[in-house]
């Protein structure tokens, strides 16, 4: 449906009847979110640590460009968790110009207007999701790595003036968020820190606190302040009475100055801006489990035993020297550098005895190498490199083994793809639509006033779905990570084909009552990804059938008109029907 949203109207009297409570209220819940999220700190911290590198700051603060890799021995896991949610991505959206399609919902005919209609609202919605300016393409790689690294992780989709929309990623370092209806995430407080200069910027001098007004007057432009972005479903009749505008819709928005206890802002969406989607998740847990949680044994042991391995390389190249009495050395001291002199004192030498000498032979690096490499791959499968990559790909194989080996990437991966497409791909692309809609980007209603002047207007079909709040489109994926799961079924559509064809020619022709040509075609394109412009309607089908039964008629009829005809002429011809009646005997 569409929405009307305003993400920059700043409330116009901070001071208004309530804004009190709603500040109370607010940091009050934020605390309470902030605990629930407390067990995880320790997870979060490891991962951070020793997978993801870049957000360590959940249990201690950093200096911006601080070094934090310096105990880090095993690149291995972070390697892995960016290489698996680049894949993820290539799989799940691929830069192809049909990688989704919008398709007319089945409580309508399809016709070629509305079928014209959704392929254009297809590309208008892609170009804006390929704008770079839009965000979206760093937004969702952000995303992904904080899914297989933290479990958890959203992106903000909102309005902008330039791009449309606009999309931001937020990570668990920052939300606090809880459940509702289907277990699904409607609840989401931000805390993050602004400067003084920013949060000027952002809500206007007129509507922050006194102190940061006198900090802003006073050019105190980097003190940083820590602000709370609160979005959670308003209480069913408790919203605002009277407010018309943002402030009455579903979901509310409220902005704080948590040092000071001050509202910045207060607002509203018809939904839920940002999508989180966690990666896995037990029953009864709110924040997702991710690929590199299962690996931490691991990958902890793996840097362990590298650090222990670099000290013992360490040890070989460079081992520990030993002499029997420092009165050998003229110089009192070794020197190992390269060219180095060294002078020894011949009369405290013993006889056949070496002046110096290595003071401890080191043990067998065999079963250290066999460790790592055992780890590294173990590693790898944690993070399902193998089924990701699929390093089989370019062998040569029979389309059975093809199937086969699309059947257990399949089984393997199909649930992650599932959740990621029903997480956040569609959500995603829903709130997209929405927004674009609602910023008449996707057409005019008809009848409205800006249908008169327009070329582009909704078809009414479609625009009677809008008004009455049902679906208004289908969505099909025509990506890797959908062609793999649907490989089985695709496999089986050419089989049975191929198995009613082979009856039909031995005589056998009840074999093809059994297919649905247009069912059949429908499905495959789907899944193969065919473009839809190569697709002709059903209704367009249905009026070249019509008519080809038509012309067929019409041949038959004059087939059969010819064919009596030249049987009366043959026959007249051959004498056996006299062209005069004969003469009566006298």
């Given at each position: ?26 940091l ?26 870049r ?26 968790a ?108 931000i ?83 940002i ?15 991710s ?6 044994p691991?990958?902890l ?5 590298w ?16 002499v ?12 190992t ?58 062998s ?19 649930q992650?793809?599932n959740?990621?497409i ?11 639509f ?5 910023g ?18 909704i ?49 056998l ?30 209704v367009?089908?249905k ?8 012309q ?10 010819r064919?009596v ?22």
């Amino acid at each position: 449906m569409p929405q009307s949203i305003n993400n920059n109207q700043p409330a116009k009297d901070p001071q208004y009847s309530g804004s009190q409570a709603v500040v109370e209220n607010s940091l009050r819940r934020a605390e309470q979110l902030k605990r629930k999220k407390d067990p995880w700190l320790d997870q979060f911290q490891l991962v951070g640590e020793f997978v993801h590198m870049r957000k360590q700051e959940f249990q201690s603060e950093h200096t911006a460009g601080e070094f934090l890799t310096r105990d880090i021995f095993d690149p291995a896991a972070p390697k892995a968790a960016h290489t698996a949610a680049s894949t993820l991505i290539s799989l799940l959206w691929p830069m192809t110009t049909n990688r989704i399609q919008m398709t007319a919902p089945d409580t309508l005919e399809g016709t070629d207007e509305e079928k014209k209609y959704y392929e254009k609202v297809t590309k208008i919605l892609l170009k804006v999701l390929d704008d770079p300016k839009a965000n979206f393409g760093i937004a969702t790689s952000e995303y992904m790595l904080d899914q297989v690294t933290f479990g958890t992780s959203g992106v903000e989709i909102a309005k902008d003036k330039k791009t449309k929309v606009r999309f931001k990623p937020w990570g668990v370092k920052h939300m606090s968020i809880e459940e509702g209806e289907n277990d699904e995430v409607d609840t989401i407080y931000i805390q993050v820190k602004f400067t003084v200069q920013k949060i000027v910027k952002t809500y206007g001098i007129d509507n922050v606190s006194e102190k940061t007004r006198e900090e802003f007057n006073q050019a105190q432009y980097d003190v940083e302040k820590d602000i709370l972005i609160a979005i959670e479903p308003r209480i069913t009749g408790m919203q605002t009475s009277g407010k018309e505008g943002n402030k009455g819709k579903p979901f509310s928005s409220v902005h704080i100055e948590m040092k000071a206890k001050h509202l910045l802002k207060e607002s509203g969406f018809d939904e839920m801006p940002i999508k989180v989607a966690r990666f896995s998740k037990l029953i009864g847990e709110i924040y997702g489990r991710s690929l590199a949680m299962h690996g931490m044994p691991d990958i902890l042991q793996s840097n362990v035993v590298w650090e222990s391995a670099t000290v013992a390389i360490e040890k070989s190249m460079d081992p520990a020297l030993g002499v029997y009495s420092d009165g050998v050395l003229g110089g009192g001291e070794i020197d190992t550098s390269a060219g180095a002199i060294n002078v020894f004192n011949p009369s405290d030498q013993a006889k056949d005895r070496a002046p110096i000498f290595q003071l401890h032979q080191l043990g067998e690096f065999k079963q250290i190498v066999a460790l790592l490499q055992d780890l590294s791959e173990r590693i790898s499968d944690h993070f399902l490199i193998d089924r990701l990559l699929d390093f089989n790909n370019e062998s040569r194989m029979t389309a059975t083994e093809a199937t086969l080996r699309d059947r257990m990437r399949s089984s393997t991966l199909g649930q992650i793809f599932n959740r990621q497409i029903a997480s956040y791909f569609t959500p995603t692309i829903e709130r997209t639509f929405n927004l674009l809609l609602a910023g008449g980007h996707l057409g005019a209603i008809p009848g409205s006033e800006e249908a008169e002047d327009s070329n582009f207007v909704i078809p009414e079909s479609i625009a009677d779905l809008m008004v009455s709040g049902e679906d208004v489109f289908d969505l099909t994926y025509f990506t890797p990570a959908m062609r793999i799961m649907q490989a089985e079924e695709a496999e089986g559509i050419l089989r049975q084909a191929e198995l009613a064809g082979t009856y039909a020619e031995i005589g056998l022709t009840d074999a093809l009552d059994c297919i649905d040509v247009d069912e059949g075609m429908d499905k495959y394109s789907k899944i193969v990804g065919a473009p839809s412009e190569n697709s002709t309607s059903r209704v367009a089908r249905k009026k070249k059938r019509d008519g080809r039964e038509a012309q067929m008629q019409q041949e038959a009829e004059a087939e059969q008109a010819r064919s009596v005809t030249e049987g009366m002429r043959n026959v007249g011809q051959s004498g056996l029907v006299p062209t005069e009646a004969p003469k009566r005997e006298q």
